[in-house]
C-alpha cells in the first residue's frame, strides 16, 4: 500500500515499432526459417499452442511477443503453430492469448452444459 493507505497503480508503457523496426524483424524471421532449428521445430507437425497435429506444412511461425508490440524474431519469441491459431492470436500478447483460449474454453463448457 502506498501512502494514505491507497494502492500503488502500475503503469504500462506502450511500445511504439516504427515500419522500419518491423521490416528488420521479418527479414530476420526469413532467414531463421531456413536454418535446421526452423527444420527441427516443425518436424513434428504439431501447433504450440493447440497442440494439433496439422503435419509440418501446415505450421507457420509465430512470434509470442509479436513485431506490432515489441516482439523480436529471436528463437525464444517465435514458435511454430497452425494457421487457424496463428490467424486468431493475432497481435496479441501471451496473456491476452491465454485470456482468449480461458473464454473460449469456458464458452465450450456451458455450451456442454446446457446440451
Request: contains cysteine; proline residues 2%.
Amino acid at each position: 500500500m502506498g501512502a494514505g493507505g491507497r494502492g500503488k497503480s502500475m503503469q504500462w508503457e506502450e511500445t511504439i515499432v516504427t515500419e522500419e523496426e518491423i521490416r528488420k524483424e521479418k527479414e530476420r524471421a526469413r532467414r531463421l526459417r531456413k536454418t535446421h532449428w526452423w527444420q527441427r521445430k516443425i518436424e513434428r507437425g504439431v501447433c504450440y499452442y493447440c497442440r494439433t497435429h496439422v503435419g509440418r506444412d501446415g505450421l507457420t511461425m509465430d512470434h509470442i511477443v509479436p513485431l506490432s508490440r515489441g516482439g523480436k524474431s529471436r528463437k525464444g519469441n517465435i514458435v511454430a503453430c497452425c494457421k487457424e491459431c496463428n490467424n486468431r492470436k493475432q497481435s496479441l500478447l501471451p496473456v491476452e492469448w491465454e485470456e482468449y483460449l480461458d473464454r473460449l474454453a469456458r464458452e465450450d463448457r456451458a455450451k456442454e452444459d446446457t446440451s
